[in-house]
């Protein structure tokens, strides 16, 4: 979700109020996405590359998320929705990271959409720590190297209860994966948006599926 900042300085306003309609984008996604019957949405919240932003600005995004949890919950519950985190979360502080595993908790039984906010996420940090979790196995004899397999190394991941997923989508114009989903995504589709993400609508996400529908996926294999 990338174009905040942008929108906000187009507008002559503070980079919060782009943030705060960003939000209501992540409203119209999820709504979208449930409408289209869509299972699984991961939306790149926060990245650990992030914490370099201006401390006001760290303050103002977490102050967000904290709103969104106390006043969208009920909205998401309601909607059946399964609110999952990955990423560092903790880093947030310690009320903030009980409040997000109570949303958890609360939403784990819901079953239209798991709805996964990446917050202080980043794919190759992810990838050291299952290293790290692969390694200790090893270490404590549960493990032995020959057994170690993609599928291994997949269910160390934070990502481990999802599918890899079939499309990413990356907004603002900017062509980059920025530290997301790097294991996951080797087989995505990539669909790179111009739109701001304060001005994404559910016609973006039709478009989104719509241009889903048009590719041939092969996995390597011949066209069919
Ligand atoms: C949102 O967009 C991404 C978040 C960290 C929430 P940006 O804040 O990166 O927007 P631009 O790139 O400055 O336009
Ligand atoms: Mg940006």
């Known amino acids: 979700m990338d174009g905040n900042g942008r929108w ?13 309609e960003g939000v209501e984008a992540v409203q119209r996604c999820v709504r979208a996405a449930i409408k289209q019957g869509v299972q699984f949405l991961t939306l790149y919240a926060f990245s650990s590359e992030n914490w370099k932003r201006s401390e006001e600005e760290i303050g103002n995004l977490t102050a967000l998320l904290r709103f969104y949890l106390r006043h969208k919950l009920s909205e998401l519950h309601e909607q059946n929705v399964k609110l999952q985190i990955i990423g560092e979360p903790e880093r947030f502080g310690k ?30 940090a992810e990838l050291v720590k299952a290293t790290k979790l692969l390694i200790e196995e090893v270490v ?44 996951q995504s080797a087989y995505s589709e990539l669909l790179f948006l111009d739109v701001l993400w304060p001005d994404f609508q559910e016609n973006h996400f039709s478009e989104i599926i719509d241009h889903y529908g048009r590719r041939n996926r092969r996995f390597g294999g011949r066209p069919r």
Request: charged share 20%; net charge positive.
């Open 8 to 20: 906000a300085r187009s507008r002559g306003a503070s980079v919060a109020y782009g943030h705060r």
């Open 95 to 124: 009320t903030l990271n009980k409040e997000l595993q109570e949303a958890q908790d609360k939403t784990a039984n819901n079953k239209v959409l798991t709805l996964t906010l990446a917050l202080s996420y980043g794919g190759r």
């Open 140 to 183: 404590k004899g549960q493990l032995s190297l020959d057994d170690i397999n993609e599928q291994h190394l997949s269910n160390c991941l934070q990502t481990a209860s999802i599918p890899d997923p079939d499309i990413l989508v990356r907004t603002s114009g900017e062509h980059r994966l920025s530290n997301f989903l790097l294991w």
